[in-house]
């Protein structure tokens, strides 16, 4: 959207960036900027991750660089295996896994490279069959980001190794093939989404969600706005959290843009 009046820069296309350029009410010009080769983020494909309080030069406040570092952002990735046939029932619709040789009142193993996949929780059968037979299967946390360290050959190596455990099948055919996320490494995401890690609270999301400059007695005009899941405090790591942030952002503006302009002072 071009034209004469205030302008608009959005940064990232994601759920929240979009949302954003959607509701805003055609105001002066929006330039919409996404770094990877579509729009959509981490709905589409694979960013409070990406960058963080290093993004920003200046740098931001103090403040919101604290909040950013007293959030958490995790990795939960996706691992899809296709099989030539399904060995599970037609009407099983998960396969969840517990090892018998942990407890819950224990910590777990912390040798990642030997018991990574221990972390899988299991597998949801993808519908409908006629496009396929495939198991998907979630990891998350540190043994998640182990696995986007290894090859393509070795995750299904380990999955196949999953797979005969839990069926007791030392025969059960391998996947025929293995495609997987890697939100970690992918370099305009560095991870799947924010949470309140232990030492934060919902102030930090609401710290973070504030634009600049943050005082309202500041003569100068909102110059740089913040959505995405990240700043949503009720429905952050969500999809909604990220459009309801960037509707916000956009009435923000709309109610901006349509204040009348003050009177210069003497
Ligand atoms: C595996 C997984 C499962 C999920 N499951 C669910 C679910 O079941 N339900 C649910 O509600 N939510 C789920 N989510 C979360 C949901 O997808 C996200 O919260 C939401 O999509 C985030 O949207 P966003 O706009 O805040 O950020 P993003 O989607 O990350 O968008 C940010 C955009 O900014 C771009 N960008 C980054 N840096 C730059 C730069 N320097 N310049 C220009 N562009 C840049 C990125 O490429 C990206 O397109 C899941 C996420 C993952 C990863």
Redesign the pocket.
Known sequence: MEGSGPRVVA???????LGAAQRLRGHGSLRL????AR?????CTR??G??GEE?FQPPLPERKAQAIRNLGFGT???IFLEFEQPFWEPEQQLLEVVWEDESPLEEPDADLEANWFKKLIGFVVLQPPEHGHVLCGFIAGKESEHMETLSDAEVLSAMTHVLRTMTGNPDLPAPRSVLR?R?HSAP??RG??SYVAVGSSGDDIDVLAQPLPEDPRDPRPLQLLF????THRTFY??????LL??WREAERLNQLFQAPVPAPQS
Do not use: D, Q
Not at 237 to 242: I, K, P
């Open positions: 940064v990232g296309a994601g759920l929240a960036g900027l996404e770094a990877a729009v959509g983020g981490r709905v960013p409070f990406t960058g993004f939960n990735n996706k996320s939100w305009y995401t799947s989404y959505a995405g899941e990240a790591s969500t999809t909604h959290g990220a942030s960037g």
